[in-house]
């Protein structure tokens, strides 16, 4: 059977031609590229090469962006392209999340327009790959107290610091890195070959496997001056990144789950047991049921949200919502269908696994589950408890 | 009512198929008229029962295939209120044109045919059918081994004409076709082995009777995990790949919930496994309960006599 | 300046379940519609002619407004000219009328090729490209498997029953293609984007009257219950039921 995706409630009849072309474009790559050599990737560790250069052909990344070689598209289409992605696996959208919202986004948002030519069109392309260091060894979820700096050497910037869990960190050929400059958050344009740059992998991952994570390592990095990005100062800058990274996540988690329901569904179909398929009985049913019962809310949910991305009315307390929402959820749902394949599930001749674990690293970066609880808790009550005088 | 049949020839002679339009078209109570191109095979054509003159159409044009001037050709010298010619590559072009020139509809592939010209042929790939009556005339070609052959023992005149056509067409180079092996996603009849063949040397079983009736070689999953020999592209089932072939026909294969997942929408299923208690028999159409040594080769010489 | 022309048809997903109510093939039910799969090959090979000889690509459908999508797909895929052949009064058009249609609007397109698919994946006739060729008086190649689009002078490469046969043609032609194993090209988003802003011509055409009337579409006649046979000595019978009842060999 051809991979359909799950669409109760008729989410095709609001999405535009292109839309709908740009998300059949992704799905037929990932079920060409992605589906059949994902387990070998996962095992070596690696994210194929040959991924980046088709991502960079198909032209998803920095799909929402205007000009520079980007294409304008919605945020509805690049979020529909993210599903696709992470129903293939989580690395994949990580990647293109990382190249377009982490690493594009701000040269494009907050960089100089020598910066937007010289870099956004290659990264586009897929050419050059870009990364986001912005979480350090001692600061996750408060990044504000990070320790990695800046100094102002006259026609030079020297960093010093490290950065840590930095999604294609060592492939990188470019990297944002926010730093403080005179205890000011800015963010800085690092290459690869920058003297006092270096960017070893981690390893030993048992979650997200096919894609690369590294460490950014400093050392009286030295970087030109017109390498700081002008127009942006504060947390504001990384968290503008995060929001739309996580816009294109709280759509990644229900392609995710849908690969989970999909491959539950044929299996409790042909798997007999006391004389019976096993989705003949009820307990199945149930799960069956409740699986597509979130599916379908986080569908609607990424809709609408991505309706508001494009209309300019969304709110950051918004996009945790679903980024939590959708990625609890799809989380919830691997568990779920691993239990419905029985030992099976355990194998990685299905899927469910392997989401399993990389939705545990989707629940815990840009932005931990409960770092949005926090977020909305600050929503509703107006009183933020990220900290506290002990 | 006056109906031109177009013969199917092959080397030098007449397709058997060229009788079983006969049949289907003595059905109809018509006249009939054999027409020959390039003049293969007419004697043959007189002696099928039914038919009424024999048309051996000579001319420069049937020296190679262009089924612009082989229309052209046939057109000029076939009268008939029908025309039916056989499905195959060729016959469809050259009735397509005579169609086409005579502005009246063609209807390919026919499987049932009835006086009132009632036609029946299949659509979506044989997943409905359609059942047409046509107002005035029209051309037919019909499906090769669904109408019966009519009887021989005719004594039709033999005539030769010679007529030509313009020709467009010239080839450039003949050549050999390399003897690829079709995919299974490609094959509309697979022949797939298991674990049964015992030794991955007994898979040239399977290509023998593979290259009679250009089927595709496919494998269980336990073939291909036991013998490195036989390649993963091989591998029919739910890791393996999924086909839909109108023919399936799975050789010491257990028929596990996994191997169905990618095969069990064949259109027909034929098993050969030694055990009766097998679960691939209760999927397959035609099951045989014996060894594959012992039935393989008469399955090669039985296909062998078909074509 | 080479033109190219290249007939697609909108056809269910070959995987669709097709069902059959009051006669008639329940069309409503089809969720998915594709461009006929053999039509996808005709494409990428006009595509790999264009862009050899700087040709422009001319796409034609016939059908009702639904078919717009596979004109958009081309477009995506850099397809310049766009047009859609339908009249609403249209219902099941014969053979006769579809390359009536057809054939009209290559006359004023002028194309020298002419791509097409070795048949439909619904009606599977394989009627339209050998009958157009011969109503705009052209020659025809069919079920091309390989070809060769990149010098001045392209050639097809077909089947015969002992072998192959290459053809270098002199235009105008018709080309019609089969199922190889040439990767075809996808649509990237700046080919989307240019497919959005690209315009359908939607115009009819004289096709005259229906000669064939459809009667009936039925299911396929059940198959018959499994039957198990014994020993090597059924294995006449059975291949004998293969070709007499089951019609697959
Ligand atoms: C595979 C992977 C890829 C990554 N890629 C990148 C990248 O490309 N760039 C980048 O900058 N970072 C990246 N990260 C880092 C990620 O953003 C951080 O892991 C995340 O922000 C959480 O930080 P932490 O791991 O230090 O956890 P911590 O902040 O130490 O949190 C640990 C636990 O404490 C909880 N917690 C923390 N503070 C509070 C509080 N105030 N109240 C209640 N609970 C609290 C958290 O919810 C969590 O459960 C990546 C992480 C992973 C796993
Ligand atoms: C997650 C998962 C995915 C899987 N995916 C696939 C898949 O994609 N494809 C697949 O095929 N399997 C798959 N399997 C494996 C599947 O469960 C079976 O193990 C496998 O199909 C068995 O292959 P077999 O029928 O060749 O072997 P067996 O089950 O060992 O059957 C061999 C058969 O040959 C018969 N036999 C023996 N000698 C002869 C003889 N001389 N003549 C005639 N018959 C003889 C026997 O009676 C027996 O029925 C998968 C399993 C799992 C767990």
Redesign the pocket.
């Known amino acids: 059977m051809t991979y359909e995706g799950v669409d109760f409630y008729d989410i095709e009849s609001e999405l535009t031609d292109e839309e709908k072309m740009v998300r059949d474009m992704a799905r037929d790559w990932v079920e060409a590229e992605v589906v059949p050599n994902i387990e070998q990737a996962c095992r070596d560790g690696v994210f194929p090469d040959e991924w980046r250069v088709a991502l960079g052909e198909m032209g998803v990344l920095g799909m929402a962006l205007d000009g520079y070689g980007c294409a304008g598209m919605s945020y509805v289409a690049y979020g529909l392209v993210c599903q696709e992605l992470e129903r293939g696996d989580s690395g994949v959208r990580s990647f293109a999340s990382v190249q377009g919202s982490l690493a594009m986004y701000p040269i494009h948002d907050f960089g100089s327009e020598e910066q937007k030519q010289k870099y956004l069109p290659k990264m586009a392309s897929g050419e050059w790959v870009g990364c986001f260091g912005l979480t350090e060894p001692d600061y996750g979820s408060n990044p504000g107290d990070m320790i990695t700096k800046a100094v102002d050497e006259g026609d030079d910037y020297v960093l010093n610091g490290a950065k840590m869990w930095i999604t294609n960190g060592t492939i990188a050929d470019v990297a944002i890195v926010w730093a403080k400059l005179d205890g000011v958050i800015r963010g800085f344009i690092v290459e690869k070959d920058d003297p006092g740059f270096s960017a070893p992998e981690m390893t030993g991952k048992h979650s997200l496997r096919a894609s690369v994570t590294s460490e950014l390592v400093f050392q009286d990095c030295k970087i030109p001056k017109d390498r700081i990005l002008p127009h942006v100062e504060g947390l504001k800058g990384p968290f503008s990144c995060l929001n739309n990274a996580r816009y294109g996540i709280c759509w990644g988690a229900v392609g995710a789950a849908q690969s989970c329901f999909h491959s539950a569904k044929e299996y409790a179909l042909s798997r007999i047991q006391f004389g019976n398929p096993i989705a003949a009985f009820q307990l199945v049913q149930n799960k069956l049921a409740w699986m597509l019962r979130e599916i379908t809310k986080g569908q609607l949910l990424a809709l609408s949200l991505g309706r508001k991305k494009d209309a300019g009315t969304w709110t950051p307390e918004q996009i945790s919502l679903a980024k939590m929402n959708n990625v609890d959820m799809a989380l919830e749902i691997a568990r779920m269908a691993r239990d419905i394949h029985g030992a099976?599930g355990i194998?990685d001749?299905y899927p469910i696994m392997r989401h399993m674990a990389n939705l545990e690293s989707v629940k815990t970066y840009e932005g931990t589950h409960d770092i949005h609880n926090l977020i909305l808790g600050r929503h509703i009550t107006g009183i933020q408890s990220f900290t506290r005088e002990l | 009512m006056d109906i031109t049949i177009i013969a199917e020839t092959q080397d030098g002679g007449l397709h058997p198929v060229t009788a079983q339009l006969v049949g289907a078209a003595s059905s109809l109570g018509a006249s009939l008229t054999v027409i020959c191109p390039g003049g293969a095979g007419g004697e043959e054509a007189c002696g099928i029962s039914g038919v009424g003159k024999v048309l051996a159409v000579t001319g420069d044009c049937f020296a190679t295939f262009d089924g612009g001037a082989w229309a052209e050709a046939l057109d000029a010298v076939a009268g008939g209120d029908l025309v039916i010619g056989a499905a195959p590559t060729s016959g469809r072009d050259i009735c397509s044109r005579i169609a086409a020139r005579r502005g009246v509809s063609i209807i390919q592939d026919v499987i049932n045919l009835s006086p009132g010209l009632n036609i029946t042929h299949p659509i979506y790939s044989g997943k409905a059918n359609q059942d047409l009556t046509v107002t005035g005339n029209c051309v037919l070609t019909l499906r090769a081994n669904t109408f019966p052959p009519a009887p021989s023992g005719g004594t039709a005149q033999l005539s030769t004409v010679q007529q030509s056509g313009d020709v467009r067409l010239a080839v450039a180079e003949a050549f050999a076709r390399a003897s690829e092996r079709l995919d299974v996603t490609d094959a509309d009849i697979i022949i797939s082995g298991?674990?049964?063949m015992?030794h991955p040397d007994n898979f040239r079983h399977l290509y023998e009777v593979a290259d009679v009736i250009g089927a595709a070689v496919g494998a269980?999953?336990?073939?291909v995990d036991t013998w490195e020999e036989i390649p993963h592209s091989l591998?029919?089932?739910?890791?393996?790949k999924t086909v839909n072939p109108s023919l399936y026909i799975a050789v010491?294969?257990?028929?596990?919930i996994?191997?169905l997942a990618?095969m069990r929408t064949s259109k027909y299923i034929v098993a050969?496994?030694?055990?009766p208690e097998?679960p691939i028999f209760k999927v397959a159409d035609y099951g045989i309960v014996c060894?594959?040594?012992e039935a393989i080769p008469v399955l090669k010489e039985e296909l062998s006599k078909l074509t | 300046m080479v033109t190219i022309a290249v007939l697609l048809k909108q056809v269910p997903d070959t995987t669709a379940r097709i069902t059959v109510s009051d006669g008639r093939v329940d069309e409503t039910a089809i969720s998915t519609w594709v461009t006929s799969p053999y039509d996808e090959y005709a494409l990428e090979v006009a595509i790999q002619h264009k862009e050899a000889s700087g040709a422009s690509i001319t796409a034609i459908t016939l059908g009702p407004p639904r078919a717009d999508k596979v004109l958009k797909d081309a477009a995506a895929l850099g397809v310049e000219n766009l047009v859609r052949v339908w009249d609403d009064a249209w219902e099941s058009l014969d053979s006769n009328q579809v390359q009536a249609a057809l054939s009209t609007i290559l006359e004023g397109v002028e194309a020298d090729w002419i791509y097409c698919g070795k048949q439909s994946a619904d009606r599977n006739q394989g009627s339209t490209g050998p009958g157009v060729a011969e109503r705009l008086g052209m020659a025809c190649i069919v079920e091309i498997s390989d070809w060769d689009v990149t010098g001045a002078q392209p050639s097809f490469t077909r089947a015969t029953s002992s072998g192959n046969e290459r053809l270098a043609p002199t235009p105008p032609i018709v080309l019609t293609f089969t199922k190889t194993e040439t990767e075809l090209r996808r649509p990237n988003v700046r080919g989307i984007m240019a497919a959005k802003k690209a315009n359908i011509e939607v115009v009819s055409a004289d096709i005259g009257d229906a000669q064939v009337q459809v009667v009936a579409h039925n299911p396929p006649a059940q198959k018959p219950e499994g039957r198990k046979f014994e020993g090597a000595e059924s294995v006449p019978e059975v291949v004998g039921l293969l070709r007499d009842e089951a019609k697959v060999i």
């Open positions: 099976n194998l001749e | 298991g674990r049964g015992g269980s999953r336990a073939a591998q029919v089932g739910q890791t393996g010491g294969i257990s028929g596990a996994q191997h990618g050969i496994n030694k055990d097998a060894t594959w040594e």
